[in-house]
């Protein structure tokens, strides 16, 4: 009778943690198929942005000069990050925004890092990929709509965690991997959905958990501010933005950066007021060479009026796990053939996802219900709705969340 009772219980939080986030599961999974391959579309659409080869493909300008040419495109901004891409460190992407506030309203300005020319102004705030994003990201909502989808993707959790009990009762009527194919649609669909759910099981919990720590990103910066930032800017207190007129120069800030932290590379630069910096510094990000290490930053503070370093503190466990989170979610860590693992494990959990609803439907249906009397089929885990998993949250470069190229 306990046992029965439990898993009454069981079921009930499946049926019900499924059924609220299920809608919400499909869209993210549909809207994260496309941003596994964003890379790849923006080249087959011509968005992506390519450096021309040079016969001196070494030489470099002044990161200095490169500022002036992308400011000179939008007098009236500022600039906010500065950032390279991780494959090609001949383009430097400038990001610049009315104000140092976080915001949607940004302007990139690609710049030649060989000759200091414009090469393009892409719009990554436009067009179908950012669409796609935004419905990722937050719903095109901010911070509330990130806060929702994590609630979302916790429930999911739930759901994976309930669904994989249930599934023990429902293997000792069905061997693994069996589909009754010769009884009722509904039935078909049960024995899918569990098999594709159990399949997906692991990876969904990863890549559930992951999405969901990608929601409170904003929060965790602003902590990480509070938390750590606040001590070492002590000093600095109740003096305003550095004005750029008395800022020093931005390449000299760099190369003392570089310096303090060798076998890095360059990832972005945050300027004085913005969301990942001080009102006093310019905070250079430096990651790893190797590809375990190649997604951890190290934050050095370049005082923006001497360029001498102030700090480099090491980042907190909590902003670690957030950006260890990022690439795993989108399987950006082993290339292409990690890209496709995680595309086709997305489509199982679309099958998982509409074949649970499916499922609750025609449970609710009373001719339905009659029809699988009569074929005497109530297995264990016939209550199962549930999805399996789905991508909840993309790292994707936006100028609230993180520099956008």
């Not at 938390?227 to 931005?250: C, H, N, V």
Request: hydrophobic content about 45%.
């Amino acid at each position: 009778m306990s046992n029965a009772r439990s898993l009454k219980t069981w079921s009930w939080l499946h049926k019900w943690s499924s059924l609220i986030c299920t809608v919400f599961m499909l869209l993210l999974c549909l809207t994260g198929l496309p941003l596994i391959f964003h890379h790849e579309i923006g080249h087959l659409l011509g968005t992506e942005v390519e450096a021309p080869d040079l016969a001196d493909d070494g030489a470099r300008v002044s990161l200095d000069r490169v500022l002036e040419v992308a400011h000179a495109r939008h007098p009236d901004r500022v600039i906010q990050f500065v950032s390279q891409d991780e494959e090609d460190d001949r383009i430097w992407f400038v990001t610049l925004t009315p104000t140092p506030a976080p915001t949607d309203d940004f302007r990139s300005v690609a710049v030649d890092a060989r000759t200091g020319q414009v090469l393009a102004e892409p719009r990554f705030d436009q067009g179908f990929m950012y669409v796609m994003l935004k419905l990722h990201v937050d719903l095109f909502a901010g911070l509330a709509g990130k806060l929702f989808l994590g609630l979302m993707g916790l429930l999911l959790l739930v759901a994976i965690v309930t669904g994989a009990v249930l599934y023990g009762p429902f293997t000792k009527k069905l061997e693994f991997g069996d589909v009754r194919r010769h009884r009722t649609a509904r039935v078909k669909w049960l024995d899918l959905h569990n098999l594709l759910g159990i399949v997906t099981l692991v990876w969904a919990f990863v890549v559930g958990g992951t999405g969901m720590i990608n929601t409170w990103a904003d929060l965790l910066i602003k902590y990480w501010q509070y938390d750590q930032l606040s001590a070492l800017l002590a000093p600095y207190q109740g003096q305003p933005i550095t004005p750029p007129a008395e800022r020093a120069s931005l390449q000299r800030s760099m190369e003392t950066a570089m310096a303090a932290a060798p076998q890095t590379r360059l990832s972005f630069i945050a300027f004085p007021g913005t969301a990942f910096s001080s009102p006093h510094h310019h905070t250079f990000f430096l990651a790893g060479n190797e590809p375990l290490t190649s997604k951890l930053l190290q934050p050095i503070l370049v005082d923006a009026k001497t360029a001498e370093i102030t700090a480099a503190p090491k980042l907190p466990w909590y902003l670690t796990a957030l950006l260890v989170s990022q690439p795993l979610h989108f399987g950006d860590y082993g290339g292409m053939p990690m890209k496709i693992l995680w595309a086709l494990l997305d489509i199982a959990t679309i099958i998982v996802l509409g074949s649970g609803l499916y499922l609750w439907l025609k449970r609710r249906h009373p001719a339905a219900a009659k029809a699988s009397s009569r074929a005497g089929t109530r297995p264990a885990a016939a209550s199962m709705p549930a999805p399996a998993g789905v991508p909840v949250q993309s790292p994707a470069r936006t100028a609230t969340s993180q520099p956008p190229q």
